[in-house]
């Protein structure tokens, strides 16, 4: 099945620093990713749809200049975490497919410290 | 109201029962339904799509009621595996979740 790689699984940062997040697909070429965050005990939270070479559309309630999306390639899409703040500590993770089903990366673990 | 509502669970159940999960959406226009399962601490992993006419993978089997704007999740003859929050997606928006944990 899809493969999506997804990294770094956990980073701990200092507060005021910026995070990357990188999601690539192994075997398939997508051109639209998903990227959710989840606070424990919640739900996965939508918070925007990437597009190869297009600009990202972000949910209500999301900072676009805060979370940077980049889909550079129809394998790569990547999420920076600007300036992050303790309320920032989540999990987060990418989706990628089409109608017939969506593969995850594996998360990663954000906590800022 | 939530684009996409579950039962809140959690459900505790005996080995051997069938239990049934529904989900309502809010946006008609909906073309996309799948089921999700989500494991402690990792990455939702797809169980089923649904369909329109429902399908059944071997105990699961998933329905689809567009008039109500509903999606079922039937699993029979629940195993200890079984125990994980199942997650319905609409449209790329995930319900809550709910909890179910299989008991010996």
């Known amino acids: 099945g899809a493969v999506v790689s997804q990294h770094p699984s956990r980073v701990i940062c200092k507060s005021g620093t910026s995070v990357k997040i990188e999601c690539r697909s192994l075997?398939?070429?997508?051109?639209?990713m998903f990227w959710y965050r989840q606070f424990p005990k919640q739900s996965l939270m939508l918070m925007a749809t990437?597009?190869?070479?297009?600009?990202?559309?972000?949910e209500q309630g999301v900072e676009k200049d805060k979370f940077l999306i980049n889909h550079a390639s129809l394998t790569l899409s990547t999420l920076t975490v600007t300036s992050a703040h303790p309320e920032d500590s989540s999990f987060y993770i990418c989706?990628?497919?089409?109608?017939?089903?969506?593969?995850f990366g594996s998360g990663t673990r954000l906590t800022v410290v | 109201r939530k684009e996409v509502e579950q039962d809140p669970g959690p459900f505790n159940v005996p080995e051997g029962a069938t239990v049934a999960f529904n989900c309502t959406y809010s946006?008609?226009?909906?073309?996309?339904f799948f089921w999700y399962r989500q494991d402690c601490r990792k990455e939702p992993k797809l169980l089923m799509s649904v369909y329109s006419s429902g399908n059944e993978d071997g105990r699961f089997t998933a329905q689809l009621n567009r008039a109500s704007q509903y999606i079922s999740l039937l699993i029979r003859d629940s195993k200890l595996s079984d125990s994980a929050t199942y997650l319905c997606v609409v449209k790329m928006r995930f319900g809550a979740g709910t909890r179910l944990t299989v008991k010996p």
């Open positions: 075997d398939f070429q997508a051109t639209t």
């Open positions: 990437s597009n190869e070479g297009s600009k990202a559309t972000y």
């Open positions: 946006n008609s226009a909906s073309q996309s």
């Open positions: 989706s990628m497919g089409d109608h017939y089903g969506y593969t």
